[in-house]
């Protein structure tokens, strides 16, 4: 089969002809129709990515979607035809999606939306599971609750704007004056965080109470925004990139709480896999029930021209999902 493999760290991706894989004991194989980038991707092929280093050579990509061509021993799930998407490789040993074919852990995997396209769901997974581990496992994210996505144009952002307003939450998201339009397009209260000071939002929203759940998407400067800006005693703060050093002292003196996030764990270790494809099912009702759906950048790749979208992705210019079509 045709993938793109990757040598050496910091290198090109290779159009190379590699062995088919075939479907082991509770595996299914894949014939792979769409491979989302994400800004994770383009790190772990620069090597930029010690939490995420695959084993060379490899073949990248999370995530997937495509149709069951074979399952494995013991796998009652699926069987040949059923449309599939996960987060199923591109770390560790774990064969990614840039390739024809893909043969993956069972759990990982759930039927694709019927209302979403291929390229669509291709673009879900790993945004789609780390905003609902964010909102939904760690915050437990309801109605009557007021909520805070900082990067709400994102790619997790703009999935968990629409998660938690699917659960009866009222929506705030922080994004540039060029994404406010489309923050509200969502079903939330655009902040302008250019314009706005924290405390002047916290005010202006929460009667200066602070919101009851924030997530944070950035890191760095806006994690420790975040612990001002959330209520006293039972606020909650979750962050996908909570990786640096921070003072948690604003938080301890609301006694509040936080929660990281590290979505491949259950890649990287084997446990909890479950879970992943328990998330996609959740996620596939929302979308069918027209409460979900992934901003996909038009823009077309094939296969041999990932390495071009990789360089989109690294630019930053891309404000939706780019999806590389593999058939």
Do not use: C
């Amino acid at each position: 089969m045709r993938a793109m493999v990757l040598q050496e760290f910091d290198t090109p991706l290779v159009l190379s002809d590699i062995d088919k894989p075939h479907a082991g004991p509770g595996q299914v194989l894949v014939k792979v129709q769409a491979s989302g980038v994400n800004p994770l991707d383009t790190k772990i092929r620069a090597g930029r990515a010690a939490h995420a280093r695959s084993v060379l050579p490899a073949v990248l990509g999370l995530d997937l979607a495509g149709v069951v061509e074979e399952a494995g021993a013991g796998v009652d799930g699926f069987a040949p035809g059923d449309e599939v998407f996960g987060m199923t490789g591109g770390v560790g040993d774990l064969q990614g999606s840039l390739a024809e074919y893909a043969a993956v852990d069972a759990r990982l995997l759930a039927r694709k939306p019927a209302s979403l396209s291929m390229r669509e769901a291709a673009a879900l997974p790993l945004v789609v599971i780390t905003a609902w581990e964010g909102l939904v496992d760690r915050a437990q994210v309801h109605a009557g609750q007021k909520v805070l996505i900082h990067g709400g144009a994102g790619g997790i952002g703009h999935v968990a704007v629409q998660i938690a307003a699917a659960r009866g939450a009222e929506v705030f998201a922080t994004a540039s004056p060029a994404r406010l339009e489309f923050i509200e397009r969502l079903g939330a209260t655009p902040i302008d965080y250019t314009t706005t000071a924290v405390d002047e939002y916290v005010a202006k929203y929460t009667g200066g109470e602070g919101f009851d759940v924030i997530f944070d998407t950035i890191g760095g400067a806006v994690l420790d925004a975040s612990f001002t800006a959330v209520r006293t005693y039972t606020g909650h703060v979750v962050s996908a990139l909570g990786w640096g050093t921070h003072s948690i002292a604003p938080l301890s003196f609301r006694g509040a709480t936080y929660s990281g996030v590290f979505t491949l764990l259950p890649l990287l270790t084997g446990h909890g896999r479950e879970h992943h494809a328990e998330i996609l099912r959740e996620a596939a009702a929302l979308a069918d029930a027209g409460l979900l759906r992934p901003l996909v950048d038009p823009r077309r790749f094939t296969l041999a021209e990932a390495a071009a979208a990789h360089a989109v992705v690294e630019s930053g210019t891309a404000h939706s999902k780019i999806v590389i079509d593999i058939d």
